[in-house]
Structure formats: C-alpha cells, structure tokens
C-alpha cells in the first residue's frame, strides 16, 4: 500500500519537475488533505448485463459546464467524468461520485463493485459517473490558478455543478439523455470533502433522491484541533503519553526557556537553524499525520506505527501504557526523525528549505499553472473551510504543540494568494459556509452519514464528539469502531472488520429502501433492477462511544501562544508579516495494491 506521504511526493514531483529541491520543499509543508482513498479497476473487458461488451473503466468523457452559476453569459468549460452502465437496468438510478480535491484519473475504480458507488449500481440496476471538480486536474474554467481565477472556485460553484450536471448531461450509454432527475432516481456519494459536498448539496438541492456521505467533513471550522485529538484517543496509549510530554516540555521551554535551552531544544531534531520556533513545532506534526495512511489492514510497518515502536520499544521491550517518560521520549524522537524519518519528508534539502515556512519570494507559492490540488485545496481552506491543524486548547491534553494557531496557517494563505490578502491574514468565512451548507446541522432527507471511530477528520463530521447529533431514519448515521477515514467506501474491508461490514450493509438498506419509495412515488416510471429488500430496522445500528469534551474546552479559542521572537538560527525574508500556515484536509488513504 502507498502511504499519503509517498503518493503526495509523487503528485507535489508531477507539478514541481525542475529541482529536486524545490519537489522536497513542498513537500515538507504538505498537510493532510481531506480526499478519499483510490483503488485499482478488474482488468478484464467491462460487459453490460445483457453480456455485451461496454467501453472500459478508463474512458474519459466530457461535459460542458458553466463557468459561473450567478452569471450564465460567462460561458462553459469542459469537465471531465468516467462512466459506466455495466450494471444498469433502465428505470435504475444514477449514481454520482466525485473525488473532490485532486484529479479524476485514478479514481475509475469507483465505478466498480470494489467501492460504495459501484455496489449500490450492482444491488440496484444502476449506472455511475466519477465527475472531476472543478479547478482540480484538467476541468478548469479558466487557464490558470491566480488569485482571479480561483474566484470561481467556490462551495457555492460546486454544489451548482452537481445540479447543472444532472439536470444537462446526455450520458454515452443507450437512451442517456433519458435519466435527467426528473425521469430516474439520482443518488450521490462522496467521501471527505467529497462527503461533505453530498451533504451540502442535499440539504440545498432538489435534483437528487439520496445520498451517502463517508468521512464528510461538513463542519467548515477555523481551528480543526480534533484532527490530533482523534489521533490521541485511538492510538496506542504508551505513545500518546509520552507524545503529550515532548509536546508540553517543547511548548513550556520555547515559551519560558533561556535562548540555550531553546537551541538545543531544537537541536534535537536537527533543526537549530531554523528561526521560527512555530516552524520547529508545527514540523513534528508531520508524524502524527502518518495516522491517516492507516486502514483495517495496516501492519507494524505503517508509518505511524514504525513511528510509536521507535519511541516505545526499547531494547525489545515495549513501555506500558504511560511510556517511558519524557528523556527516553525526548531521545527517541530525535534519534528517528534524524536518522530515519527527515530524509522520507525533505530527502537532501536542509531543513530551513524543507520545514520553514516563513519565505514568501520561494516560488511554489506563486506557480499558478493548472492541475496543482494543493493551490486549489488551499484556496477552499483559506477562504470558506479554515481547518488549521492546532493544538488543543488550555485545559485539555494535546500531541500537537499549543504554538500551532489558526494565524501560523492564515499567514500562509497571503503567500499563496498575496492578491487576495493584500492587507494581511484574514479568517476563512467559515460562519457563512456553514450557514449556506448547514454544517453539523444538516437536516437533509434520505442522507445516510458513514464515519469511522478512528478518523482524525471526525470532529468535523456529523459523528464528532463536540455536539450531541442524533441519527434518524431519514438521515441515519453510523459509526464502525474499526474505521478510518473513508475506509467503508472500500467494499474488501468488510472482510477486515465487522463494524464496517455493519455500515456497509446498513447503508446498502437504506438506500434500496429509499430507492423503491421513489419508483412507489413515480409509477409511470420504469422499475428498474427488482431488488431484493433488506429492512433497516433489522440489522444493527453500529455506533460508538463519546469522549466527553467539557464545553468550556469546545467554546475556548484555540490557545493562545505567546507572540514568539525569533531565535537564534538562519533569517526569515518574510517581510515581517505575522506568523501564521496554511492547512488543507485529511486524506488520500490509497487501498492499490491490496486490489491488484
């Protein structure tokens, strides 16, 4: 299995290909993205159900889309989509998935059965689509990605695309100029931010019945401190404990240490020379992000895993639950980041290159060629979804330094889009993202939530533990204690896990439920696949328990780090703008090699 790390490398090479250097030094500001995991397509001929041969998974199709919803004279684009009809029964719906935030290649294999969308086709006589969104890989209303264009990169724009898409596509297979969602049943699915475009555009459109939303991130937040928080809960508790130590000792010491104590306190990641204390502390983040390679497969030798072993075995022991203590910690952690883990995310460019984030003339912030994900996922952030990856507030335990606030990713955000920001940092809009989408207050009908107990994005799904949110039968919510993120769109991994088996077939329920009060509410309709019925009410609820965060902890701003002068170590050519960083969202958990 590709780690996220590995398969962003080889996406940051793809859109960086002049240096080495400068593919590295994007790299090492990489923060998790919030898109579902690929998997790989059968490679024998794709027939229909009649057994005739069908075009296969890999054939790109085209739409014309416009180019802006509020202003129809500005013309189409073109967007991409994958489609098949290998299982379609006319009068059988039609099944949409987008990948959200990265280019549509590679993620044919959600046409198939190995995935959600493909299994609700094969249960239900329906066809699926795979549409690219817009400004991810080549489905782009204008030429480039500065600041003016990615002004039509909005949640708004993309919930019209899914509408204007279905109302208008003449789909390549017999009669698909037939299926507009007045003549058939439309369902959507996506997963992350995909997921939570399905419970958007549900709760603001009438053009599709159903949807089913794995791992949606619905919840746009200017501080997204649950993401490590989840981490802390689920993950081994030797490793957290000791993780809560460094974290606090480098928090304490980089707030009331001697200038010594601070260099060699950074001297034991070999980064003495870099001058931003919120830099050294935001770049041991990047081991706590190895969790969301994670899946009910993972061995000992996933990344974060290898991470946790190097801290808590020692000699072939393994600490108890509370860890060695904080000098054994303190010593393992730098002696794995040096010897072993620095290279993976920098390979030769020095740390201040790789790790600093305080260099606004580097170019990759202004390299506004097409097909960047993380230029146009940045955008979102920045502008409408927030989601800084921070340390907890005071008075709650936390693995991420309290140095980490929503400002070190603001500040990121005038680099990349100077134009935009041309007076400073200034929060995402995230209170009217919310209020447009509805966030955690989605009351959408036929809305089927799947999250993951162990999913570092859940405190920002429908399943987080900072609002009470009650499944109901016309928007149930499930939870697989054994899941991650986006793992129960991957249909092998009911064979790894119970729990997701339990979502897995509880969704398959309820839409085939929902699907036949369609056809009982247009009879004049053909009926499609006669499926077999299974009841929800009779298979399990999967659910898990809460952690119980006091509210006084949920209401905190995010903590307040002392405003930090700069250390002894290399210059900063920031122009002497506030420190801030920018952060994108959590996943692309790749499943490619189990399926080959």
Same mark, same amino acid.
């Given at each position: ?14 859109? +960086? ?113 795979? %549409?690219? *969104?817009?400004? +991810? ?11 003016? !264009? ?20 003449? %789909? ?7 299926? !507009? ?63 809560? /130590? ?38 041991? /983040? ?31 022991? !393994?600490?108890?639950?509370? #860890? ?5 910690? %303190? ?34 912030? *202004? ?18 979804? #927030? ?31 100077? /134009? ?21 207050? !989605? ?99 999967? #659910? ?32 002497? /703008? ?19």
């Amino acid at each position: 299995m590709f780690s996220v790390r590995t398969l962003l490398l080889a996406l940051s090479s793809a859109v +960086f290909t002049n240096a080495a250097a400068r593919t590295h030094r994007f790299q090492g500001l990489l923060a998790p993205i919030a898109a579902p995991p690929q998997i790989s397509v059968p490679a024998a001929p794709v027939t229909d159900v009649n057994g005739t041969e069908i075009p296969p998974y890999d054939v790109l199709y085209s739409f014309e889309q416009l180019v802006d919803h509020k202003k129809l004279t500005a013309g189409t684009f073109t967007q991409r989509y994958y489609h098949t009809w290998e299982f379609y029964i006319p009068g059988g719906p039609i099944i949409i998935f987008t990948p959200g935030e990265l280019n549509v290649e590679g993620y044919q294999g959600y046409l198939t059965n190995r995935t959600i969308p493909g299994r609700i086709a094969q249960e239900n006589g329906g066809a699926v689509i795979v %549409l690219e *969104h817009r400004f +991810f890989g080549w489905s782009n209303p204008k030429s480039d990605l500065s600041d003016e !264009s990615l002004k039509l990169l909005t949640v708004e724009q993309a919930i019209e695309d899914m509408a204007y898409f279905a109302n208008n596509v003449k %789909l390549p297979m017999p009669n698909g100029d037939q299926v !507009s969602p007045t003549k058939a049943p439309w369902v959507i699915v996506g997963g992350s931010y995909s997921g939570a475009l399905t419970s958007w555009v549900l709760n603001t459109k009438k053009e599709f019945w159903a949807g089913y939303s794995s791992s949606g991130v619905v919840q746009a937040a200017r501080s997204n401190w649950g993401y490590t928080e989840v981490i802390r809960q689920n993950a081994q508790k030797n490793c957290t404990a000791d993780i809560e /130590r460094v974290i606090d000792h480098i928090d304490k010491t980089f707030t009331f240490g001697t200038p010594a104590q601070i260099q060699a306190l950074k001297a034991n990641w070999n980064m003495g020379n870099i001058t931003h204390l919120d830099d050294v502390a935001g770049a041991l /983040r990047y081991n706590l992000w190895e969790w969301q390679d994670l899946s009910p497969t993972s061995t000992r030798d996933a990344g974060f895993h290898v991470f946790c072993d190097a801290l808590e075995v020692k000699d072939g022991v !393994s600490a108890g639950s509370d #860890g060695w203590g904080l000098e054994n910690a %303190l010593k393992a952690w730098g002696s794995y980041w040096n010897e072993t883990y620095y290279a993976q995310v920098c390979g030769d460019t020095n740390a201040v290159d790789c790790l600093g984030s305080y260099d606004s003339t580097q170019e990759f912030w *202004h390299d506004t060629s097409l097909d960047q994900y993380y230029r146009s996922w940045t955008w979102l952030t920045c502008t409408q979804l #927030g989601y800084s990856f921070d340390g907890a507030p005071l008075g709650w335990p936390t693995i991420t330094s309290r140095l980490m606030t929503p400002p070190y990713s603001e500040r990121q955000c005038t680099y990349w889009f100077n /134009r935009t920001y041309p007076l400073g940092p200034t929060p995402a809009a995230t209170l009217q993202t919310n209020l447009l989408t509805k966030g955690w207050l !989605s009351n959408a009908k036929r809305l089927f939530f799947a999250n993951g107990q162990k999913d570092p994005w859940r405190e920002v799904t429908m399943s987080t533990d900072f609002l009470p949110i009650k499944s109901t039968e016309t928007q149930p919510i499930a939870v697989s204690s054994g899941g991650y993120h986006c793992t129960d769109l991957i249909t092998r991994y009911a064979q790894s896990d119970a729990s997701i088996k339990q979502v897995q077939d509880l969704g398959m329920a309820y839409m085939g439920l929902w699907l036949a009060q369609w056809h009982a509410a247009n009879l004049k309709m053909p009926m499609g696949k006669n499926a077999t019925l299974t009841d929800p009410a009779g298979l399990p609820k999967p #659910g898990a328990g809460k952690t119980i965060i006091p509210q006084t902890v949920i209401d905190s701003p995010p903590a307040a780090a002392p405003s930090l002068p700069a250390s002894s170590g290399s210059k900063s050519s920031d122009g002497g /703008r506030a420190r801030f960083h920018v952060i994108p969202d959590p996943m692309v958990m790749d499943a490619l090699a189990a399926d080959a």
